[in-house]
């Protein structure tokens, strides 16, 4: 990450969403040869545009209930 306002909003969304590493926020960053960053760093730079889009981050949290049975071999 070079761009610091990247890196800011990397602690921020980190803090609100209880991570407590940069790892999935830079793999975020990564996916599809850097588009996410490209997009946050394009969407970071709009000063033109009066539609004031909201930039939505959410984690998704999957609850298990189902039993997995391994079976074990002798």
């Known amino acids: 990450m070079d761009d610091l306002r990247i890196e800011w909003l990397c602690g921020r969304v ?3 969403l209880d991570v407590h590493q940069n790892d999935d926020f830079e793999e975020l960053l ?3 040869d850097g588009h996410a960053e ?3 760093s394009d969407y970071l730079n709009q000063t033109t545009d009066d539609t004031h889009q909201p930039l939505i981050f959410y984690k998704l949290v999957l609850e298990q ?3 997995i049975e391994v079976e074990c071999g002798k």
């Open 14 to 16: 980190n803090d609100s």
């Open 30 to 32: 990564s996916r599809n």
């Open 38 to 40: 490209l997009m946050i």
């Open 65 to 67: 209930d189902e039993e």
